[in-house]
């Protein structure tokens, strides 16, 4: 007697399987339907089917089923299974978003560099790209202002494999500092910036339990300003601190850093042309 398959579907149209994949918490994925990139925060069980909840870069939520062959983990088609209980968490980002490289060492620093504007800013860009700009080789810089900015920029030397990234605080139309950035032709240069008069701004308020910035009046120092408005101490040293202490990751800071801190490193680390 012959004996048949119960599935009669030719070998040619069934799909190959795919490796199950046990949504642990930062697992960074892909949705194949909607293209959604996010961190995995939870599964839950409902009543249609188990779903996972993802986190995009900007904080942004989206639920979705936990369909078979419905997620891409690194490039490849993955079904995402609930975590067993009690299961290892291991995160899988570092604190920009970027895929975590267990053991990679520091790359010998480039020759491009990124120059921000204060030690603060600097301080803030290492506590959040700090591992990938290891891992890419490159240095930042801080300035203590850019008024000189042109000056600094022809005493660097700017060329094709040497790249100079520049991010500017409080860089709107009409600015001082926009002023001082449109003077900076080099097409091995690139300026970008954030419309915050200071890089504390570029901290969410969510994520030191205040409503929100400050408005600070025209004349006054803006830091001590803020601290006034708050009831902090009028250090602004410590106040930076206890700032800097609250940022975790990319989530604390807004879209407007992100983005262009992002685009600066992209920039430095292309190939030459």
């Not at 399987?17 to 339907?33: G, M």
């Not at 369909?67 to 490039?75: S, V």
């Not at 930076?240 to 983005?259: M, N, T």
Request: glycine share 10%; proline share 10%; hydrophobic share 40%.
């Amino acid at each position: 007697m012959r004996s048949y398959q119960p599935d009669l579907t030719p070998p040619w149209k069934r799909s190959a399987p795919v490796p199950e994949v046990p949504a642990d918490p930062d697992l960074v994925v892909e949705e194949v339907a909607t293209g959604f990139c996010g961190a995995v925060i939870r599964c839950e069980k409902t009543a249609e089917g188990p779903t996972v909840t993802l986190e995009d870069r900007f904080g942004k939520h989206r639920v979705f089923p936990m369909a078979p062959r419905g997620f891409l983990l690194e490039g490849r088609v993955v079904t995402l299974v609930r975590p067993a209980a009690g299961g290892p968490v291991r995160p899988a980002r570092t604190a920009s978003g970027s895929v975590a490289v267990p053991g990679a060492r520091a790359r010998v620093a480039r020759a491009g560099r990124i120059y921000v504007e204060g030690r603060h800013d600097a301080e803030l860009v290492e506590r959040v790209w700090g591992d990938d700009l290891r891992i890419e080789g490159v240095v930042v810089e801080y300035l203590e202002g850019v008024d000189d900015l042109p000056a600094i920029v022809d005493a660097f030397g700017p060329a094709p494999d040497a790249r100079l990234g520049v991010l500017v605080d409080h860089l709107v139309p009409g600015s001082k500092e926009s002023r001082i950035a449109a003077r900076v032709t080099d097409g091995n240069v690139l300026v970008v910036g954030h419309p915050y008069i200071d890089v504390w701004e570029a901290v969410k308020p969510s994520s030191l339990g205040i409503p929100g910035w400050p408005r600070v009046p025209r004349g006054q120092d803006w830091k001590t300003g803020v601290c006034r408005a708050l009831g902090w101490p009028e250090n602004t040293g410590a106040a930076w601190q206890h700032i800097l202490s609250k940022v975790r990751s990319y989530k604390d800071l807004e879209p407007e850093l992100l983005g262009r801190v992002e685009h600066l490193i992209d920039f430095v680390t292309a190939p030459a042309e």
